[in-house]
């Protein structure tokens, strides 16, 4: 009889917590089906409408905000993977003062708070003649992720026995040859985890966004505040481009939970 | 590749190493290294983002930020406050999930779908809907007090209220990557050491207390010393919720720099404190590094 009790305060208090958890994004979209004329009576009222969807995108900048946010978390999806593959197998495989010297450097960088580099990078940029461009918002992206993504992939590939490709090697196989087809390959359940993490995150970003593009490449996250003017902040539009904004996330929590779950592991 | 190729000494081992590093390392220069230098560069001189004289001024513009109230006395403490509460009320809360879920047979792919949801969303949407909750006249949250009775208030128009706000979102954010990875962890434990004190007689809180919470500790601290780091550094959601008002108050270190730069224009200033800030945060991420490495070692 006492369990029974305990059992059903249990499942009550882990019911508590998800309602908590999930409560700011289930308001936040019901604030989005509300016309304006009921905006600031959410709880009451019984009028709802999909017209805030349509006006949000109809603002200027809003679609191809969409656009570019999409294209620059691709991109960086792509090519941060890219070069941090090859890092991290690098650590992984070879021991000596190269490697930890390569180790020590992405340490030390890591630990550099963002605003660090970001103020400085605003006028990089400007001096090479990339600011506000894909180039100029993409670069950073990668910078950023090579630290933390090189440990990553370390771990990875720590995880890989090297035995396959030291036969590969004796077998006349080239390094290059041994790390595409045997080590990759292995790695690849690792890899998609993390690119699906790298995606949503660069998705996400606001302060790179913010410092490092104008009106020319408009991002998502910084678009997004643009529902604030002297009037006071049209809640119902900002809702709806909110509940836009985390369909991705969204569909990555409902599908390829799995992959997220054991990426997330340090 | 082509600098490795010079040096034809090389062996052909290190040039396969160079050659995988090269990439990142030469984005890493470009886009890191250099911004951090030319920072440095001109904390140490005059230079006005409308007015770049870029005269050497030697320590003057660290003087000036170590000695503006604003700074030490809002600045540095709401940084500090924001750090200790939110790791700590991230970890407690996630710590708590993660012994919950546990023991949870049924239902944990729906529950841990809820839980990963804060995760995915974005921080600067999760701030916007936190700011529209918290409105301090249409928004739930008084909607909801002036209901059951009590007095509204104006949450984002003072100082305390506004750190809480900001405070509770982060801990909202990250409190489902604390229960993950600890989950992970608890899961990964061996079951012998707490079987054994269960026929012991021990009850549950000495379990967690003497087996579980020790053996956890290595997970504990790589996720306590990286979100302490990543929380010194927090902007998106102090900028999109309060921007650091009222008055400044709610200012932390990253919103400090930026506003210098870039809404004041003092660009010598605004990189003079991220400097600060980077070696502030360097030392704090040694020390405990240290300390909680040391009560890993004592716990084994």
Redesign the interface.
């Known amino acids: 009889m006492k369990s029974e009790w305990k059992r059903v305060f ?1 499942g009550l ?2 019911t508590a ?2 309602l908590l ?2 409560f ?2 289930l ?2 979209g019901l ?1 989005a089906v509300r016309p304006a004329s009921g ?5 009451r009222g019984t009028e709802f409408s999909l017209g805030n969807f349509v006006e949000a995108l109809s603002k200027p900048p809003m679609v191809r905000a969409f656009i570019n946010s999409g294209a620059i978390a691709t991109l960086a999806t792509v090519f941060s993977l ?3 593959i ?2 991290g ?2 650590l992984s495989r ?1 021991s000596g003062k ?2 930890n010297t ?1 180790f020590g ?2 340490y030390l ?16 940029t400007q001096a090479w003649g990339i600011f506000d461009t894909y180039a100029g918002l993409l ?2 992206h ?3 992720h ?2 933390f993504f ?1 440990w990553l992939m370390k771990g990875f590939f720590d995880g890989i026995d090297p035995d396959m490709e030291l036969a590969a090697l004796i077998d006349g196989c080239s ?2 040859g041994a790390f595409c087809r045997i080590a990759l390959p292995a790695a690849i359940p690792g890899i998609t985890a993390l690119a699906i993490l790298t995606w ?1 995150w660069t ?2 970003e ?2 790179f966004a ?2 490092l593009t104008g009106s020319r490449t408009p991002m998502l ?1 910084v678009a ?2 643009q529902f604030v003017h002297e009037l006071g ?1 049209e ?1 119902n539009l ?2 709806a481009t ?1 509940v836009m ?2 369909v991705p ?2 569909i ?3 599908f390829a ?1 799995e992959y ?2 054991k990426g ?3 | 590749m082509v600098i490795s190729r010079r040096r034809l000494r090389w062996r052909e081992r290190e040039r396969f190493m160079v050659s995988l590093i090269l990439p990142a390392f030469v984005i890493l220069i470009l886009f890191q290294a250099l911004p951090i230098l030319m920072g440095a560069n001109a904390s140490f001189r005059s230079w006005a983002l409308y007015n770049p004289q870029k005269t050497f001024v030697g320590l003057a513009n660290y003087k000036r930020v170590l000695t503006d109230p604003v700074f030490y006395g809002l600045v540095l403490p709401n940084t500090f406050l924001f750090m200790l509460t939110s790791v700590g009320g991230g970890l407690l809360a996630g710590l708590t999930l993660a012994v919950m879920l546990n023991r949870m047979f049924r239902f944990e792919r729906l529950v841990r779908t809820v839980i990963l949801l804060p995760l995915m969303v974005a921080p600067v949407v999760a701030a916007i809907m936190i700011r529209w909750m918290f409105n301090d006249q249409f928004g739930i949250v008084n909607v909801v007090l002036e209901a059951l009775g009590f007095e509204p208030i104006p949450w984002l128009a003072k100082r305390w209220t506004g750190m809480l706000v900001v405070i509770g979102t982060d801990i909202w954010l990250w409190t489902p990557w604390f229960a993950l990875i600890l989950l992970a962890g608890l899961r990964s434990q061996p079951p012998e050491p707490r079987e054994a004190a269960m026929i012991d007689g021990a009850n549950a809180w000495q379990i967690f207390r003497n087996i579980t919470l020790p053996l956890l500790r290595p997970v504990l601290m790589v996720c306590i010393v990286i979100r302490s780091i990543d929380a010194f550094r927090v902007f998106d959601i102090v900028w999109t919720i309060t921007t650091g008002g009222p008055a400044r108050s709610t200012e932390t270190f990253s919103l400090y720099a930026y506003q210098q730069a870039f809404v004041f224009l003092n660009f010598d200033l605004g990189s003079a404190a991220s400097i600060v800030g980077a070696l502030i945060i360097m030392v704090v991420g040694g020390i405990l590094y240290r300390v909680l490495s040391r009560l890993v070692e004592v716990s084994r």
């Open positions: 249990f208090s882990l917590v998800c958890l999930a700011p994004v308001w936040m604030t905006v600031f009576y959410v709880h890219g070069v941090t090859t890092s197998y690098m070879f190269l490697s390569w450097l992405i960088f890591r630990t550099v708070p963002y605003i660090s580099w970001v103020l400085p990078l605003y006028l990089v670069l950073p990668i910078a950023v090579i630290c090189s390094r290059w949503l998705w996400n606001f302060l913010l410092i996250t997004m505040a902040i809640w900002m809702s909110a904004a985390i996330g969204l990555v929590t409902l939970q997220v779950v997330l592991r340090v």
